[in-house]
């Protein structure tokens, strides 16, 4: 999710399983990084998490999925 803070955006993930329990959130990018139009998209990639947002070009973070 993004979260609007004084310093900018922030983007977090966090998985939550089928019965609604919540793992701990996972800053991806902290408050003040820019994103510069519509939403970051995610992907499932094999054993991965994929990102993909538009700032000053295309920034992409894979992140492992447990």
């Known amino acids: 999710w993004l979260e609007s803070t004084p310093a900018g955006s922030a983007l977090h993930v966090r998985r939550v399983s089928a019965g609604g329990e919540r793992n701990a959130a996972v800053t991806v990018l ?4 820019a994103i510069s139009n519509g939403f970051p998209q995610m992907v499932q990639a094999g054993g991965q998490l994929v990102l993909a947002w538009t700032a000053e070009r295309v920034r992409t973070a ?5």
């Open 30 to 33: 902290p408050a003040g990084t």
């Open 62 to 66: 894979v992140m492992p999925l447990p």
